[in-house]
């Protein structure tokens, strides 16, 4: 099967920052279409909505009110949970999504 070639990353490499923000909102719109996608299994889903509401409830392993450290849990656990839910993904099935929102 040919991959994807287009101006989006690769998902399953690391991005700086400013890649990061600059593809944020196309990113969130690939992750979404993963979600709702039959052929994901219920492993990467359940990482990835693992990781949302830890970071919605008020619990945290270090807390929010702590300068910086506190934020810095959250945001670590959500690139893991990212990372991993895109890894976890079937390849074909994430190139057939970039290329539909990358089309959109």
Same mark, same amino acid.
């Given at each position: ?8 990353? &690769?998902?399953? +490499? ?7 923000? +600059? ?5 969130? +719109?690939?992750?979404? +279409? ?6 994901? @299994? ?17 619990? *945290?392993?270090?807390? &929010?009110?702590?300068?910086?450290? @506190?934020?810095? *849990? ?12 895109? @890894? ?6 994430? *190139? ?9």
């Amino acid at each position: 099967m040919k991959s994807v070639s287009l101006s989006y990353p &690769d998902p399953r +490499r690391p991005l700086s920052i400013w890649q990061f923000v +600059r593809h944020l909102p196309t990113t969130i +719109r690939l992750f979404s +279409r993963l979600f709702r996608d039959p052929r994901v @299994g219920m492993l990467p889903k359940a990482i990835l909505a693992a990781a949302l509401l830890y970071v919605a409830l008020p619990v *945290d392993f270090l807390a &929010d009110w702590l300068p910086l450290i @506190g934020v810095v *849990d959250d945001v670590a656990l959500l690139l893991l949970a990212a990372r991993t839910f895109i @890894g976890l993904c079937p390849r074909a099935v994430v *190139d057939q999504h970039l290329g539909q929102v990358a089309a959109s």
